[in-house]
């Protein structure tokens, strides 16, 4: 593993407590940040990986709430802002997908998709902003996908959400650049998680199939990447697609 110095950072991680967020929110711990782990309400699943962390005292807390929820993000934050509490890493990671062709997809799904992985995206990153342009410092990474480069049979809703996030990530990374914010994207190929794991087995030794590297990807292996485009020393990377797919393309 890198070795990374975190101590006196603190990082709000949204989709922290699963799968690649998860991932990171270890990650950033064991290089001594302190780190918030937002989910959307899978309480059990929140509380085991907070048992597994082990971490010191305050080092580690959960946040409940539903990111595409304006109101409650904005709460969340005054929250932070009450305890004069700063942030200085922001990893988008919280996503979901409800997959179907578009000549079957439910409105509701396509609106679900769209307002959680990038609605979402954008109110995170721009409250986050708000306050890392006070400080003139902070390093936003957002996840998306090459589903949003290349397109997926069934996935209309998701790589939209997807592309969408690299665009928002570019525009956004213009606005911030001379505040000392970087602002990048980082698009895992397939990625051991819940996140695939209900899919039929066919369709993972296809995917597998696809991959150059005939293997999926460890959420470790993205969390190192994130970890380094969080470091100080990452400050010339801002605006970026980092792809970590085992070769996908
Ligand atoms: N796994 C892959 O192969 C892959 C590939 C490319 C990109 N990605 C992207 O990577 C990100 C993470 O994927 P993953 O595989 O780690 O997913 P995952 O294992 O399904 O974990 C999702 C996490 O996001 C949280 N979440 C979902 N909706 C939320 C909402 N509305 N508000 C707050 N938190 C919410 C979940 O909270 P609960 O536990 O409470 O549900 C959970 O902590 C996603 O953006 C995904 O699109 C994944």
Redesign the pocket.
């Known amino acids: 593993m890198i070795h990374f110095d975190f101590h006196d950072r603190t990082a709000i991680v ?10 990171v929110t270890a990650a950033l711990l064991a290089a001594g940040a302190r780190v918030i ?7 059990d ?2 509380k085991a990986f907070q048992e597994q962390c082990q971490a010191g005292d305050g080092q580690l807390e959960l946040a ?6 304006y109101q409650a993000a904005e709460a969340f934050f005054r929250r932070l802002d009450d305890q004069n509490r700063q942030i200085d890493i922001l990893v ?6 409800r997959d179907a062709i578009v000549a079957m997809m439910p409105e509701q799904d396509w609106r679900q998709v769209l ?3 990038l609605t ?1 995206a954008f109110i995170m990153a721009k409250l986050a902003v708000m306050r890392m342009s006070r400080k003139r410092y902070g390093r936003i990474i957002n ?5 949003g480069r290349i397109g997926f049979e069934g996935q209309a809703n ?1 790589a939209a959400s ?1 592309a969408g996030q690299v665009a928002f990530t570019k525009s956004l990374a213009k606005e911030v650049a001379r505040r000392n914010i970087t602002v990048n994207c980082i ?10 794991s209900a899919l039929p087995e066919e369709q993972l030794a296809a995917y597998r199939e696809m991959i150059p590297k005939k293997r ?2 460890k ?1 470790e292996e ?1 969390a190192q990447a994130i970890l380094f485009l969080a470091t100080e020393e990452a400050d010339y990377i801002t605006g970026a697609v980092l792809e970590i797919s085992g070769g996908l393309s």
């Open positions: 949204t989709g922290g407590t699963r799968g690649i967020g998860a991932a782990a937002v989910y959307a309400g899978n309480h699943a929140a409940c709430f539903n990111v595409a929820n988008n990671s919280a996503g979901i997908r307002d959680v992985n979402g996840i998306t996908s090459p589903s998701y997807k698009s895992p190929g397939f990625i051991d998680t819940d996140f695939i999926f990807g959420a993205v």
